[in-house]
């Protein structure tokens, strides 16, 4: 039998980042928000059709999970054994480890018989009544290797003959997807302008190098010990489904309002309202050592100010680009981010020759 219409693999996550919608530091409410989502992907899964709908925004466009998209596909190379007319597709194109997956496999005659297997796992496939159409859930395991992987599908057309290829897809680690409004991923005109003067501006504060030490002691948390740590340096992120982002600093899940402290003695040489940032405080504390608070609902001290070790500098907040209440604490040296629990690790002097 010759197949005169394409088949089809689709490959899709019901629920690709539905836990990770929202920012680890994500309000109640809106963690909420996120789970609901994750239970009417569970839902969407079970009826194929419904995952061509979009949810609606909500009349706020507040809410984290208003601006989830469809699953997009990618077209896939098949393997050489692959009859004439097939075609595979892989949505979303992003696939990560961790997520569950929806393989469909549609042609236009009916197949009698289908299987699967990827990573070492058997797909069961599981058909229409026109058994035109067939669908295997899988999932991809967090341990699963990096990079390309092969599904392999094998069956059997109306009149028994075998029908066997495969096709490759992509898998990267898992990246922590963050909701924000939209005007933070796709600026408007006047906002790329404000955008473009406020990276002027950081980039001539970040060159600042005093020669003389301001620091004294070891460097302290910013909050207290009982507010955790939700997001480490380094880490890999989305806004909005967009660009893979690096995680140049360290979150902290401080509520609305928190205290916000200054790890170390210096000068305040920034304490201004931008775009990205929301209401930032910069500290320096010599010799090109420098720290940023970010997104603070509340700054307590102005630029020019002489600030101590663990003085309150402001309120922690969701000002700029921020899905809810935390603080973002970001270390330079020289320009360079670096780690900012390493250095709260480190045991410093006290007792410094002053300069004269």
């Known amino acids: 039998m010759k197949f005169s219409n394409s088949i089809t693999v689709i490959l899709t996550a019901a629920s690709l980042l539905a836990t990770c919608s929202s920012d680890k530091t994500t309000p109640a409410a809106t963690q909420q928000a996120a789970q609901a989502t994750t239970q009417k992907a ?22 984290p999970v208003a601006m989830e998209k469809a699953p997009s596909e990618l077209a896939l190379d098949l393997s050489p054994s692959a009859p004439a007319g097939l075609k595979v597709t892989i949505g979303p194109k992003v696939i990560e480890r961790g997520s569950p997956c929806l393989f469909t496999v549609t042609s236009a005659e009916a197949l009698s018989a289908l299987s699967g297997a990827t990573m070492g796992k058997k797909v069961f496939f599981n058909p229409d009544q026109s058994r035109k159409t067939w669908y295997g859930l899988a999932g991809v395991a967090l341990e699963s290797r990096l990079g390309s992987q092969t599904i392999t599908l094998k069956g059997s057309d109306a009149g028994g003959r075998p029908v066997t290829f495969s096709a490759q897809f992509e898998i990267e680690a898992r990246k922590t997807n963050i909701r924000v409004p939209p005007e933070f991923t796709d600026p408007d005109d006047e906002e790329r302008a404000r955008i473009a003067r406020e990276a002027l501006l950081k980039r001539d504060v970040f060159k600042t190098l005093s020669t003389d030490a301001l620091w004294n002691g070891s460097f302290l948390r910013p909050v207290d010990t009982g507010i955790r740590l939700t997001a480490a340096f380094a880490g890999t992120r989305r806004f909005n489904s967009g660009p893979a982002k690096t995680h140049r600093g360290a979150d902290f899940g401080a509520p609305q309002g928190t205290p916000i402290k200054a790890i170390n003695s210096g000068r305040v ?3 201004r309202s931008l775009f990205y ?5 910069t500290i320096d504390h010599g010799q090109g050592l420098l720290s940023l608070y970010l997104h603070l609902s509340k700054m307590n001290v102005k630029e020019g100010d002489t600030v101590s070790a663990g003085q309150t500098i402001g309120a922690s907040g969701s000002t700029g680009r921020s899905s809810g209440p935390h603080l973002h604490l970001q270390v330079k040296w020289s320009g360079t981010d670096i780690d900012p629990l390493d250095l709260m690790a480190l045991k410093l002097p006290s007792n410094l020759a002053k300069s004269n």
Request: charged share 10%.
């Open 42 to 63: 569970a839902q969407a899964a079970a009826s194929p059709a419904s995952m061509a709908e979009a949810p609606k925004a909500s009349a706020t466009g507040a809410s």
């Open 277 to 281: 940032d929301g209401n930032m405080v």
């Open 269 to 271: 040489i920034l304490a």
